[in-house]
């Protein structure tokens, strides 16, 4: 009787859109709760990971959100003054990175503050502050201003701008890190960075939070990078291969 009832299913294997036999299907296996009558650590509330809003003192109002008509450079500049000689933090920046910045857009002997530290200035050819780029982050239908300042050994201040209704701006996110790359995806800033294991990136999303009023580590993962010339020899850390 059994083989008889296999009958219909074979003789419309070749038939289109008949039914086939997948094969076994594996038994669904929940998550199981090892040691339950432990008691476990108590945790108490991690403190956000990311720098907290604040506003950019020193640059003109922002028209109607609008932060496409913001001097990236005058916005960083402004923050250096109002943070000067910091070295650690959401505006830690070394002293020639900040000098070079200073100078961006500035014309020899312009004033005699400038040529005070013309020498110090002179070693930096090109703006630090990188072109911006623009997204809507906060789901405001608004963009924010995306800026990216390059550092010594690699390293990138990668800051996010946006616009209150007032016309102020509010720094939403800070964060200086060994970058590899930093895209968008979505409203995210996604950074990769090496990670502490040699062929391995880290892979950080920021996401903006309507309670803290700003951006913060959302997810982290740890990919391998594939082969190749920009593969795990020339992007993670560890000594470099030795040739013959």
Known sequence: MPALALL????GCGD????????????ASGPVHLWPDRAGASVPPADPGGAPPEYV?????????????VDPVALVQAE??????TGVGADGMPPETAAAIRACGKDEGEDAEAEAEAEAEAEAAVCPVLTPYYRDLT???KDELIVGIELPDKMMSVRVYTADPDGRLN??????????SVELAGRDVVLRVPSGNRGYELITAWSWDEKQLTMLPTREQIVRVPSGPQGPASRGPGPAPVRP
């Open 80 to 85: 250096l003054r109002a943070h000067p000689n």
């Open 171 to 180: 720094r939403i996110m800070a964060t200086t890190e060994t970058v590899v």
């Open 8 to 11: 219909p299913l074979l003789a």
């Open 139 to 141: 789901g405001n239908g």
């Open 16 to 27: 289109t859109g008949g039914l086939v036999g997948a094969g076994a299907t594996p038994t």
């Open 57 to 69: 003192k020193g640059i003109p109002p922002v028209h109607d959100q609008d932060v496409h008509g």
